[in-house]
């Protein structure tokens, strides 16, 4: 698809934000390894050959039997019989984390938080879950609850904020009474009720939050249709018969979109931090669910164990700033004065 000038413009000043564009490598590169968690970390071999057949238990369940075990349940391969079992027939090959987020190891050096190790890099929580193994899981889930709230967020935020700005009058006078209603509730002990009556879930949280963050973008798209709608060519469509939903979308909506994309990377990382804040609280998600803010809550309640806290404190960190990084780059590319 070829680039228009002003959209070549902006991705140039995009690519001369440097420190934008080494963030979104890097941020990049770190979704894509925790997206496919599962094949970097788990208690499931990635390939098992045996007998001259193939297996692939990271996909897909076995009984032990299979193996020429004695029992018709799901296969251990962490156990040392099943581990012979096929070694004396074949051979496995295990993810570079043999740990999943919910793993617990029993045969650790010390109790429970046990510090770093060359076998769990991080060292174990206090429950004997690898620390690693939970930061990636719980990096993916962070993640892409940010994007499902970011996303679905911006699109009901923009309609309302269209609606609003193209009528006008009581349509946006009553509109703006409601959302100056609705933005005043307190979203985070609304959340903690919620989870007081009901136990969260990953969309159980999501689409309560999504009841108040999409209010975040009408206030921006509202003012830009406010003006758009006035312009010569607006008026002169308009006189020519042409529907209002054309007018909205086609028309007016690529420059409220500029406003738009300013505003997402920040309200991703908003988010980011609404689920940890949640989780550190323990009314975020099921508890066991991996969780940088439940990893955060481990290091208050074990300050024996520094590396849970720092842990979290670094990843935290590195994410918050490569997205706010991210969001600055934007914020410069779709800024107007730079077109001219």
Not at 254 to 275: D, Q
Request: charged share 15%.
């Amino acid at each position: 698809m070829k680039l228009n000038q002003k959209d070549l413009r902006r991705w140039q000043k995009f690519k001369s934000h440097r420190l934008g564009v080494a963030s979104l490598i890097i941020f990049s590169i770190l979704f894509v390894i925790c997206l496919f968690a599962d094949f970097v970390a788990n208690d499931k071999p990635l390939l098992v050959q045996y007998n001259d057949s193939y297996f692939f238990p990271v996909l897909e369940s076995y009984s032990e039997t299979e193996f020429g075990g004695e029992f018709e349940t799901e296969a251990d391969y962490r156990d040392p019989y099943v581990k012979e079992l096929i070694e004396a027939n074949g051979w496995l090959i295990w993810p570079p984390i043999p740990y999943s987020f919910k793993t617990i190891i029993y045969n650790l050096p010390s109790p429970a938080p046990s510090p770093p190790s060359p076998d769990n890099w991080l060292g174990t929580d206090d429950q004997g879950r690898d620390v690693l193994a939970r930061v990636i899981y719980g990096f993916r889930i962070s993640v892409l609850f940010g994007f499902s709230l970011t996303i679905v967020s911006a699109v009901i935020g923009v309609m309302a904020g269209a609606i609003q700005g193209y009528y006008g009058g009581w349509v946006d006078l009553l509109f703006q009474r409601f959302i100056e209603i609705w933005s005043s509730m307190p979203t985070l002990f609304m959340l903690i009720i919620l989870a007081s009556i009901i136990q969260p879930t990953f969309w159980i949280l999501l689409g309560f939050t999504l009841l108040f963050a999409w209010v975040s973008y009408v206030g921006a798209v509202r003012a830009e249709f406010l003006r758009g709608r006035n312009f010569e060519y607006v008026l002169a469509a308009r006189a020519m018969g042409m529907s209002d939903r054309r007018l909205m979308f086609k028309h007016i909506l690529p420059n409220a979109m500029v406003a738009t994309m300013t505003f997402m990377p920040f309200t991703l990382s908003g988010s980011v931090v609404t689920l940890t804040s949640l989780d550190f609280l323990g009314f975020g998600l099921p508890p066991g669910s991996p969780s940088l803010g439940e990893l955060l809550a481990q290091g208050k309640a074990n300050l024996q164990a520094p590396w849970l806290g720092i842990t979290a404190f670094v990843v935290l960190a590195l994410l918050m700033g490569l997205l706010i990084f991210i969001g600055e780059a934007v914020r410069d590319a779709f800024d107007p004065r730079s077109e001219y």
